[in-house]
């Protein structure tokens, strides 16, 4: 495939539909997606990038909002729908627009079961066809209109090459006879869903939340509420608002005054100027939490040492590990950890009852399965 010229911009139903009838039902399509995460509090999709064998066109979703007729198209189980690095895709696609795809090919996932070094669409399309993608409007705001010329053309470039490259991938899968381990991951992540809102506790998630004594882990959820609701009333992604990093500094410094905000390292004289008086009260209040209220950790009782668990997880990893140095995988695309827990846990006796250990592929039971219950019975 050539560099795309001129590429259509739909902007709206009906261009969509005359667009989706003239490309009929082709075998296979190309397809990606644009969000505004990168600035936005809402990381709707703002672009659909679709192309086919001759055609490439860019849907403008925040105009166009019923995407009735590309639903019906991914659907149809004769239509393969191509994506790169697909998983947050399908699942936008599925949460914003009810958009699903009956057959996935995912050149990522390709890349990575055939041991590719580099598995980034532009270090994929650089090695096997010599393109080198523009990443200048790799963190752009595609929710601006109108959009750059630029802007356009690095979008489309993005399904325009694809379906050429998934064509390399699946050759060389055949070569290596691993097309069908490909085809089971693909039918796995076909069936991805969007997942519903983000947890209660999710200041938790804040690196080094957890270590915080519970006053101040209290001051820190505050401030987490008050930062995410700046950010939703701003439509502006949360690190953009305040970074991670400097709402736990501020919850462990616990400032009473904005001199004192001020001398906290990452809070930027214009922060302490324009949001301090909020940042303030957000600390009073976690100050203000009375002490049988403050947050404390649930820890869960530790399961008693298992040392013969423990030896077959060793065992398990070091027969993994011998299989992907042999296939020339990452371990972890071989069969990551938790996969090997399962198996611990089970102790198979035999092959056939790997088929019982609902984490494991069958693609992995078939290259891995000896070795796996050779480890377990030693």
Not at 191 to 216: M, Q, T
């Amino acid at each position: 495939m050539t560099a795309p010229r001129e590429v259509p911009l739909i902007e709206d139903g009906a261009a969509l539909e005359r667009l989706l009838a003239a490309i009929g039902r082709p075998p296979r399509i190309a397809v990606d997606t644009e969000a505004a995460s990168y600035h936005r509090y809402s990381d709707g999709i703002c672009l659909v990038q679709l192309s086919t064998e001759a055609v490439t066109a860019l849907v403008d979703t925040l105009r166009v909002t019923d995407l009735a007729p590309l639903r019906a198209l991914l659907a149809d189980p004769a239509v393969e729908s191509v994506f790169h690095d697909g998983d947050y895709d399908l699942r936008l696609l599925d949460r914003d627009h009810d958009v699903r795809v009956a057959r996935l090919f995912d050149t990522r996932v390709a890349a990575q079961l055939l041991g590719e070094p580099g598995i980034g669409l532009a270090a994929l399309l650089e090695k096997y066809a010599g393109i080198t993608l523009d990443k200048k409007y790799q963190r752009a705001d595609w929710s601006k209109r109108p959009l750059e010329p630029g802007m356009l053309a690095y979008a489309a470039a993005d399904t325009h090459h694809l379906l050429a490259l998934r064509d390399t991938l699946e050759g060389r899968l055949r070569e290596l006879g691993r097309l069908t381990w490909a085809e089971e991951e693909f039918q796995l992540q076909s069936g991805v869903r969007w997942s519903g809102a983000a947890p209660e506790e999710a200041y938790l998630k804040v690196k080094g939340a957890r270590l915080l004594k519970p006053r101040a882990r209290a001051v820190l959820r505050e401030l987490y509420a008050w930062r995410d609701a700046t950010a939703r009333r701003l439509d502006r992604a949360s690190f953009r608002v305040m970074n991670p990093d400097v709402l736990l500094a501020i919850a462990e410094a616990m400032p009473r005054d904005r001199a004192a905000l001020r001398q906290i390292k990452g809070v930027s004289p214009d922060q302490a100027e324009r949001r301090g008086a909020e940042m303030l009260a957000a600390v009073e209040r976690g100050l203000a939490i009375p002490e049988d209220q403050l947050p404390r950790l649930e820890r869960g009782k530790r399961p008693p040492p298992d040392p013969e668990f423990d030896a077959r997880m060793e065992r398990l990893k070091v027969a993994r590990n011998v299989a992907a140095e042999r296939l020339g995988l990452q371990p972890g695309v071989l069969c990551p950890n938790g996969t090997l827990e399962a198996v611990a846990k089970r102790r198979p006796e035999h092959v056939d009852a790997l088929a019982e250990i609902a984490e494991l592929r069958r693609w992995q039971a078939e290259v891995l399965g000896a070795e796996l219950v050779a480890a377990v019975g030693r």
